[in-house]
């Protein structure tokens, strides 16, 4: 897979995870049933959850060892309103997949880093919430063999969300923008990004009672990339990408409750569409090459149960799976093209995939934990005598309620 695939394949499924940012492991034991019950990872895309969830802080570890990607947060009530803090939440810009990461134009992987931000909700009158996130870098070299000259490399992220939850409906909205930039008092050398991203997303509940909760959603994503690099210097000769991703879903789900210590959540979303466009250009050269990619899942599967084994201890397992029409379209033109005859490529294909957790939750009065098991422990068990342990855990969530 070349560098421009690789780069469009994790753009979508960033933007198509868009939902999935405050996943906690809850709802990644249960098969990541988002939409189709209610919990705090709400908060993500409908900001006006978080009057559900004051007076609580939330600590997700997302993956074992470095607490780099771990997350905190709290929601308190102030006066009338409710105040949100989230640190560490990832926003899924990674500038090193579009800048050249080997020292080109003096830039070095990791040197711009806006994968994460801090992000601040506010609610108020029980319906509304708001929220705003915030990642910026920068760095500032001194070139020892060229005085008084310098190279520079700058990022920021910018987010804005809103939007309204009551006991039959939630609704919210999405908009974030970024740009980096890198240049140098040296050469010619130089690279710009920009970003911006919409997301809506809805769900209203069609029944909700003691025995049964019958749902319908929906989600909508826009993305828009640029990226230049001016790769040689007097005259410059400057490559431009642009990458446009469009995502739509419509989803209905029901929670079968069996009493008040278990859950069964079936969830199906009939249509789900995921487009990527994709183009380079070249100043030194005339045409573009072009590549388009299209996802169609008909349809996507949820089932997972949710069960109280005890007081304290509470049960769980879940699992997706999604059929995928998949098709592929690369056009190369201008400097790109070798072919006379102008060929373009096709191809398309039909899979699956599955995926299928189990988790345990904790209670401890007003603290929780909760846990997805490893896979590995699940069919070895631990190493009580010699051997290497994968742990317990893939992921584990804490949360104090007051």
């Given at each position: 897979m070349n560098r421009k695939t690789m780069l469009l394949v994790f753009a979508l499924l960033a933007l198509m995870a868009g939902s999935l940012l405050a996943t906690d492991s809850r709802m990644a034991a249960?098969?990541?049933?988002?939409?189709?019950?209610?919990?705090?990872?709400?908060?993500?895309?409908f900001p006006g959850a978080v009057n559900r969830y004051k007076n609580s802080m939330f600590g997700e570890l997302s993956s074992p060892g470095s607490s780099s990607n771990w997350t905190l947060g709290v929601n308190l009530p102030v006066r009338s309103f409710v105040g949100g803090v989230y640190l560490n939440k990832p926003t899924g810009t990674y500038i090193d997949s579009y800048f050249s990461p080997s020292g080109v134009n003096f830039y070095n992987a990791g040197d711009l880093d806006i994968s994460r931000k801090i992000q601040f909700y506010l609610g108020m009158k029980d319906a509304f919430g708001f929220g705003f996130g915030m990642a910026m870098d920068n760095k500032k070299n001194d070139l020892a063999d060229n005085p008084n000259q310098y190279?520079?490399?700058?990022?920021?992220?910018?987010?804005f969300s809103g939007g309204m939850s009551t006991d039959i409906m939630d609704f919210g909205a999405k908009f974030n923008i970024a740009n980096a930039s890198v240049e140098n008092d040296f050469n010619d050398?130089?690279?710009?990004?920009?970003?911006?991203?919409?997301?809506?997303?809805?769900?209203?509940?069609?029944?909700?009672?003691?025995?049964l909760a019958i749902m319908a959603l929906g989600d909508f994503a826009l993305e828009s990339i640029k990226a230049e690099e001016k790769t040689t210097p007097a005259p410059a000769t400057t490559w431009t990408e642009k990458e446009n991703t469009l995502m739509v879903d419509l989803g209905a789900g029901v929670n079968y409750?069996?009493?008040?210590?278990?859950t069964i959540i079936f969830g199906v979303k009939p249509f789900?569409?995921?487009?990527?466009?994709?183009?380079?250009?070249?100043?030194?050269?005339?045409?573009?090459?072009?590549?388009?990619?299209?996802?169609?899942?008909?349809?996507?599967?949820?089932?997972?149960?949710?069960s109280q084994v005890f007081p304290w201890l509470i049960g769980r397992v879940g699992a997706r799976q999604n059929y995928v029409f998949y098709s592929r379209t690369y056009d190369p033109t201008g400097n790109w093209d070798n072919n006379s005859d102008h060929q373009i490529d096709e191809d398309s294909y039909y899979f699956s995939s599955f995926v299928m957790n189990v988790g345990l939750g904790f209670k401890f009065g007003k603290f929780g934990i909760d846990a997805v098991l490893s896979n590995n422990f699940l069919h070895d068990g631990p190493y009580f005598i010699g051997g290497i342990s994968n742990g317990l855990a893939t992921?584990?969530?804490?949360?104090?309620?007051h």
């Open positions: 249960l098969g990541y049933p988002f939409g189709y019950i209610r919990d705090d990872s709400d908060i993500s895309s190279s520079e490399a700058s990022a920021m992220y910018l987010d050398y130089g690279n710009d990004y920009s970003e911006f991203g919409l997301q809506a997303s809805g769900r209203f509940y069609l029944m909700d009672d003691s025995d409750k069996m009493g008040d210590k278990h789900r569409l995921a487009n990527i466009n994709w183009k380079t250009t070249v100043s030194s050269s005339s045409g573009e090459e072009g590549e388009k990619y299209s996802y169609l899942y008909v349809p996507e599967y949820n089932l997972a149960l949710e992921q584990v969530s804490v949360k104090y309620n």
